[in-house]
């Protein structure tokens, strides 16, 4: 068995290495994404898959900061977690002008209160994980065949999918962003 694995590896790299680099070749940097009531921040990495595909990954964190547009009266938190998302670029080699949809998934803990400033105030912490998928727009900046910047604009929801503690906010969600990143 393990010696299949070696050889369907050695077979998959070797046929990577041979591919076009412009369009099989890995962006690697930093995303950070806005939405009214938090921010997300993270590492992330785009394999080429051809010339106007890409796949993508990354690992992050998810702040946020509800007020009252939640539950609760005051929701305040934040958590790790991951995306994984997909690319369609009308320009090759992947550049300008792109679609995608991406999903991800956060793993938050949120501080909650009610009733603040009076007698019954209540106070509480829900671990929430939450499920997010969105579709993207966005351009891809290619500088001097390797610097990337990305602006983006994303549309989605927010579905909370496992709660611990009191339910939490959940809902529609619009993200802006920018992507710094390297192509190898």
């Known amino acids: 068995m393990k010696k ?15 591919q076009d680099q ?4 890995l962006d690697l940097g930093l995303e950070a994404q806005q939405y009214p009531t938090g921010y997300l921040v993270g590492i992330r990495g785009e394999l080429g898959l051809n010339e106007r595909q890409g796949l993508s990954l990354r ?13 609760h009266d005051s929701e305040i938190g934040g958590g790790f977690g991951g995306s994984l ?4 670029y009308f320009r090759a080699p992947r550049r300008g002008l792109y679609l995608g949809a991406r999903i991800d998934l956060w793993n938050n803990v949120k501080d909650w209160e009610d009733n603040i400033g009076h007698s019954e105030e209540l106070r509480g912490e829900s671990t929430v994980l939450v499920l997010q998928p969105t579709a993207q727009i966005g351009y ?3 500088l001097r065949d390797h610097w990337i910047i990305t602006p983006t ?15 939490t906010g959940e809902g529609a969600i619009l993200l802006w962003g920018l992507k710094l990143a390297y192509r190898l």
């Open 22 to 25: 412009a369009a099989m070749g």
């Open 4 to 18: 299949c694995f070696f050889w369907a590896a050695l077979l998959w790299i070797s046929t990577a290495a041979a």
């Open 153 to 167: 604009l994303a549309f989605g929801a927010e579905i909370n999918v496992r709660t611990s503690g009191e339910p």
């Open 59 to 71: 690992l992050g964190y998810n702040g946020l900061d509800h007020q009252d547009f939640g539950v």
């Open 85 to 88: 998302g997909y690319r369609y």
């Open 140 to 142: 891809l900046f290619l």
